[in-house]
């Protein structure tokens, strides 16, 4: 039985800061954020925007192309974003996506791992149950703290993803590699809205858990490099994803693959990622549509490789062929305009945004720009929200 991505849709915030411009402000060399860290732009959520409002409009747009959400059994919701320590993010966007009562609906936590986990949980659950399907959602607001050197890293998005046995997309083959150890690389303590992070360790931890589940997953009997012919590195940034690229090569000493293929085989899959920013669960399957809808070519039938890291740390190799017809669900135009619609901040309303967004005021007239989905406040303990008008 196949089983794996049958629609995969994207959302992100409807803001956008030029890292130039912000280089400008912190006095760095805009060089070091363009090409050392391979960065252009970064989403930035409106004050009224966080990860349900990013997780319904990608949901309602993935639903576009599904006949019958009353065959969603199971809603996983993955996030390092979290709302509430108790009630799922999922629950909302079971409401707001008006799902059937008969379904699972629980959110998944492993920095940006989780929405692999997400993948590997309802791959298993399609083969019991064939006739249904599962949504997974994957949304993040990436957040270091304004003029740190994590900043030029930080981004938002979320994507949505529709799991079942007849999948338009992918098929996701069997085996793959783990690779779990406790580190501090990165973690948000309760009570925190900014993530500690070790950055240059994290770095580091990332490249040697590509070593480490890549032998793993050479040891489950995977295919080999060669025979892979793209692959989607977890990206926090595009540097990040290029070097994994380059630790790929030394550690499997393709002859068939070299640096020179980094434009060919790597480049249109960070395209999304240089614009959006980091998108942590997301970034992974981002890249995903990057590659998708950023070549010309009809892709069909080739075997597509997936590095997932989420710190901390836990990361899976694994791989998928790409269905015929694949290009028929996406979502080429929605996407582009997504991105290219963003308005443009100038630094200090960037930072009103950021601020704003760690201590929320119920403000049910302000008028940002938004997805269908608001996010109005917090009154009484309770989030609200309303379908825009
Ligand atoms: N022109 C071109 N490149 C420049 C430059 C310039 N003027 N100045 C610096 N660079 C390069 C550096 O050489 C470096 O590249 P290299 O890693 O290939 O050597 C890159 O830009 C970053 O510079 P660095 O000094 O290492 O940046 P930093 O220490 O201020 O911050 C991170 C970089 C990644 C550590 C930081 O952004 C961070 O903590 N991000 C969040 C954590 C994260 O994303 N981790 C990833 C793994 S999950």
Redesign the pocket.
């Known amino acids: 039985m196949n089983v794996g991505i049958d629609v995969l849709a994207l959302a992100t915030g409807h803001y956008v800061l030029d890292l130039r411009s912000l280089a400008a402000v912190r006095g760095a060399?805009p060089?070091?954020y363009t090409?050392?860290?391979g960065q252009d732009f970064m989403s930035v959520p409106s004050p009224q925007e966080d990860v349900v409002t990013m997780g319904v409009e990608a949901g309602l747009r993935a639903l576009e192309r599904i006949s019958d959400p009353t065959t969603i059994r199971l809603v996983l919701f993955a996030t390092e974003s979290s709302i509430d320590q108790s009630k799922s993010a999922g629950i909302y966007i079971h409401h707001f996506l008006k799902l059937a009562p008969s379904c699972r609906v629980v959110e998944l936590k492993q920095a940006?791992y989780s929405a692999t986990a997400a993948l590997q949980l309802a791959v298993a659950f399609v083969r019991q149950n064939p006739s249904d399907k599962v949504l997974i959602i994957a949304s993040d607001i990436a957040r270091?703290g304004l003029n740190t050197?994590?900043e030029?890293?930080q981004g938002c998005g979320a994507v949505a993803f529709v799991v079942s046995s007849s999948p338009r997309l992918l098929s996701l083959e069997k085996t793959t590699g783990v690779y779990a150890r406790h580190i501090m690389?990165?973690w948000r303590p309760n009570g925190q809205d900014e993530a500690c992070?070790n950055?240059?360790y994290?770095?580091v931890a990332?490249l040697d858990a590509l070593g480490k589940v890549w032998e793993e997953f050479q040891h489950n009997g995977g295919v080999s490099f060669d025979r892979i012919d793209f692959i989607c590195y977890?990206t926090?940034?595009t540097?990040?994803a290029e070097?994994a690229f380059v630790r790929h090569l030394e550690i499997t000493q393709s002859t068939k693959k070299t640096l020179a293929h980094l434009s060919t085989l790597l480049t249109p899959a960070l395209i999304y990622s240089r614009c959006l920013g980091?998108c942590y669960t997301a970034s992974l399957y981002v890249s995903l549509l990057s590659l998708l809808e950023n070549t010309a070519g009809d892709l069909s039938g080739a075997r597509l490789g997936f590095f997932s890291?989420g710190?901390g740390c836990v990361a899976e190799f694994f791989t998928g062929i790409l269905s015929s017809g694949y290009r028929d669900v996406l979502f080429f135009e929605a996407h582009a305009q997504a991105i290219a619609q963003r308005l443009l901040l100038t630094v200090p309303d960037y930072e009103a945004f950021y601020t704003q967004l760690s201590s929320p005021v119920f403000a049910p007239d302000s008028c940002y720009q938004t997805g269908p989905l608001r996010f109005l406040g917090i009154k009484n303990y309770q989030r609200h929200y309303d379908f825009a008008r």
Do not use: E, I, W
């Open positions: 060399d060089q070091k090409l050392g860290l940006c270091y050197s994590g030029p890293t690389d990165f992070v950055g240059r994290s770095a990332y977890h926090p940034f540097r990040m070097k980091n890291y710190s």
